[in-house]
């Protein structure tokens, strides 16, 4: 049973253009969530997070939407780069439980030329 | 900073043999978690450990899986016997955690097991 989901699996952007990934959870008791990115052979890294008390995070060219009445977030990267094609994870987690996080199964961005 | 280091990066091994996955995390970080990374399910939490003390192994998927972390630098993933279904990317991560701490994880580079 996924908690939370990424049910694109891939997604091409132009470079310069805005990418935009989503994210679903099912889980009401989730009330931090967080966006990590994954390049081939690496650990996934932090990228933004977002606190339920929110509806918006931005952090540069990355910004997190929260939409707690339809348990959805999104991350929105302006303008989109080469350097950004990698997997997006989507992670929630519940206060109180610390860093233990659900994952998404991510999407794969692509930013073409 | 040295960052979350595994070992080995890669293992084959034959179904039935023992697998030891290894894990030092960031120094200072009190947390510790393993997770597994397939296409089908993404990145499962299996354990994590909190001051060095399993504190949640209810995504341990058997018992022929099994973690120790006898110091706060060094942690162990064990699977005995090993299945092909066991191939994946496993990933030790830590974190300044705590009750209500949302620190972010820090993952390492993994280690590609493969199963035959």
């Known amino acids: 049973d996924q908690q939370v989901k990424q049910n694109s699996p891939s997604l091409s952007v132009q470079e310069g253009r805005i990418s935009i990934l989503n994210c679903d959870y099912t889980n009401s008791m989730f009330d931090y969530f967080l966006w990590y990115k994954k390049y081939p052979a690496e650990g996934p890294t932090f990228l933004i997070s977002?606190?339920?008390?929110?509806d918006k995070n931005e952090d540069g060219r990355f910004t997190v939407f929260l939409n707690k009445s339809a348990k959805h977030l999104s991350l929105h990267i302006v303008p989109s780069q080469p350097g950004d094609s990698a997997v997006y994870f989507c992670a929630a987690a519940t206060t109180g439980t610390a860093s233990k996080l659900t994952f998404g199964t991510g999407t794969r961005l692509q930013v073409t030329l | 900073d040295a960052g979350v280091i595994q070992s080995p990066r890669h293992e084959v091994t034959e179904m039935g043999q023992e697998v030891t996955l290894r894990c030092k995390p960031i120094s200072g970080h009190n947390s510790l978690f393993w997770y597994r990374q397939t296409m089908m399910r993404g990145l499962e939490l299996l354990i994590y450990?909190?001051?060095?003390?399993?504190?949640?192994d209810s995504g341990m998927p058997e018992d022929r899986f099994s973690a120790k972390m006898p110091n706060a630098s060094f942690s162990t993933l064990k699977i005995q016997p090993s299945e092909p279904r066991d191939s994946a990317v496993y990933f030790c991560a830590s974190s300044l955690g705590g009750q209500g701490n949302n620190s972010p994880l820090h993952f390492g580079n993994g280690t590609r097991l493969t199963v035959t």
């Open positions: 977002i606190s339920s008390i929110k």
């Open positions: 450990f909190n001051n060095n003390v399993p504190i949640d």
